[in-house]
């Protein structure tokens, strides 16, 4: 992918050159929205609220509401005025533990590349932060915009993830959430059991988007002028509003959950009686002959 961003990435006294390139990429399906007699393209055009158009973007301003149909209204002028101007460095200002940092500050990624004559300086700062563990938080003007960053390890990359500021994000305290002190002890042990019984190693492969597929498969048939059947699932309706007996539900999910070990459990149990039978039997024959 092309970069998005050239500049240097500073810390302390080193600067880095580098550049930005995307680390995600949109996979959606994406659709035109047509004319139902002749599928031809619908446009958008612009009305003001009273029916005046369509307008010109000559004739569109920007503005702020500060009350319920009271605006302050802003110029290019005025953009121009409050931005901060282009930047072409990424200016390290703290290096923090990734613990400290709650994961609802991160957003998009972006792959942090070294341009040629920063390698070496750039394999360095990678050492570092892996080593210690740490995230260096920074700032970046893009698009003229400032974003907090913060920069990390990732493999043999370096890799910024625009954060979001503080304020963007919207207080615990916000939402009620229930206590612990409904959690009963008994309950707690049974839904440890069924995390465990959960437990696996992170694949990515495993999840996959079903709705997607299904989309691309209706898609690819009507190409071809067939009709899939139906891939549809029943999904469960809920428990609509209905006190639902967690421990019961608890116990089906453990039982659902690892039919084979349950099963291996039970092979298991039933080896040894055979065992013993046998015992018993080489037991009565040599009985038998000492009698004889």
């Known amino acids: ?20 390139r995307p680390a995600v990429r949109q996979d959606h399906v994406s659709f035109r929205l ?4 002749d599928l031809s393209p619908v446009k958008y055009e612009r009305f003001s609220a009273k029916g005046v158009g369509p307008l010109d973007w000559e004739d569109i301003v920007k503005g702020y509401e500060i009350e319920k149909g009271k605006y302050v209204v802003l110029t290019d002028v005025d953009f121009r005025e409050a931005a901060l101007g282009k930047s072409s460095a990424i200016d390290i200002l703290d290096f923090v533990q990734a613990s400290e940092i709650d994961p609802r500050y991160f957003e998009t990624p972006y792959y942090v ?3 040629k004559g920063g390698e070496k300086a750039y394999a360095l700062l990678r050492a570092a932060i892996r080593k ?18 913060g920069i990390k390890a990732t493999g043999d990359a370096l890799t910024l993830e625009i954060m ?3 304020n963007e994000l919207v207080p615990i305290d916000d939402i009620r959430f ?8 008994q309950e707690l042990r049974m839904a440890e059991q069924l995390v465990e019984n959960l437990a696996a190693r992170f694949d990515p492969e495993k999840y996959t988007d079903e709705y997607r597929a299904n989309l691309m498969k ?21 428990d609509d509003g209905k006190v639902v007996d967690l421990m019961a539900r608890l116990r089906q999910s453990l039982a659902e959950g690892k039919p084979d070990k349950t099963a291996a459990k039970a092979a298991g ?6 065992k013993a039978a046998s015992r018993t039997a080489v037991r009565g024959t040599t009985h038998k002959k000492k009698t004889a």
């Open 1 to 20: 992918m092309a970069s998005v961003w050239k500049g240097s990435l500073s810390f302390g006294l080193v600067s880095i050159p580098v550049e930005l």
């Open 34 to 37: 047509l004319y139902k007699k």
């Open 113 to 115: 590349a070294p341009i």
């Open 132 to 149: 210690a563990d740490v995230v260096g938080i920074g700032k970046i003007v893009m698009r003229n915009t400032q974003h907090l960053v």
């Open 164 to 166: 979001r500021f503080q």
């Open 178 to 185: 229930p206590t612990s002190a409904s959690v009963r002890p």
């Open 218 to 238: 209706l898609i690819r048939a009507k190409m071809h002028g067939k009709k899939l059947k139906s891939t549809a699932t029943e999904k469960s309706a809920g």
């Open 269 to 274: 149990r039933s080896r040894p009686r055979k």
